[in-house]
T-cell receptor
Framework: GAGVSQSPRYKVAKRGQDVALRCDPI?????LFWYQQALGQGPEFLTY????????KSGLPSDRFFAERPEGSVSTLKIQRTQQEDSAVYLC????????????FGPGTRLTVL | KQEVTQIPAALSVPEGENLVLNCSFT??????LQWFRQDPGKGLTSLLL?????REQTSGRLNASLDKSSGRSTLYIAASQPGDSATYLC????????????FGKGTHLIIQP
């Protein structure tokens, strides 16, 4: 694949609904990251996978947020019982595990909770 | 906890000028530092990455420097063009298993034609 892809690009949910956001990393990239970006702010780290193992989930804001990467490639970020404060752009990034560890980002999913 | 500050928050300059964007951080124990640009409604594009052991990196009209002892990095843009208009973000990786990036809030740059 040419780069990191994310779907859907836009999602509107009613408060209380569950949503699932998908990330396809660059082929062969071992590490995968999720970030949340509020309007006018820099991205905030949510969680990190190395292959299928979730090594760091310290940034997840509540137990309503859950991420998985069962086969070590595609990842899904799930938000249960969405609330208005969950409205943000959700960015996914991937990197190789080499010395450089440069992160490459997808276009993001803009989530709006009404 | 690592904190990243970017100054200025916004900058507007005429085309052709050379300019410097600043990034400061509180914890010098970093693995690497990345500069990104973000266009409205888009994801992040990686511009330059500086490893902890390096002092600077160059790509075309862009030069980034890193001074860990003072907790600072600068992004130098030479001969600015209207196409350089974007938000520029500085981000640090602490390493040691904590590979998630810590970002500043960005500098919103406008280059006037």
């Amino acid at each position: 694949g040419a780069g990191v892809s994310q779907s859907p690009r836009y999602k509107v949910a009613k408060r209380g609904q569950d949503v699932a956001l998908r990330c396809d990393p660059i082929s062969g990239h071992v590490s995968l990251f999720w970030y949340q970006q509020a309007l006018g702010q820099g991205p905030e780290f949510l969680t990190y996978f190395q292959n299928e193992a979730q090594l760091d989930k310290s940034g997840l804001p509540s137990d309503r947020f859950f991420a998985e990467r069962p086969e070590g490639s595609v990842s899904t970020l799930k938000i249960q019982r969405t609330q208005q404060e969950d409205s943000a752009v959700y960015l996914c990034a991937s990197s190789s595990r080499g010395t450089r560890r440069e992160q490459f980002f997808g276009p993001g999913t803009r989530l709006t909770v009404l | 906890k690592q904190e990243v500050t970017q100054i200025p928050a916004a900058l507007s300059v005429p085309e052709g000028e050379n300019l410097v964007l600043n990034c400061s951080f509180t914890d010098s124990a970093i693995y690497n530092l990345q500069w990104f640009r973000q266009d409205p409604g888009k994801g992040l594009t990686s511009l330059l990455l500086i490893q902890s052991s390096q002092r600077e990196q160059t790509s075309g009209r862009l030069n980034a420097s890193l001074d860990k002892s003072s907790g600072r990095s600068t992004l130098y843009i030479a001969a600015s063009q209207p196409g350089d208009s974007a938000t520029y973000l500085c981000a640090l990786c602490s390493g040691g298993g904590a590979d998630g990036l810590t970002f500043g809030k960005g500098t919103h740059l406008i280059i006037q034609p």
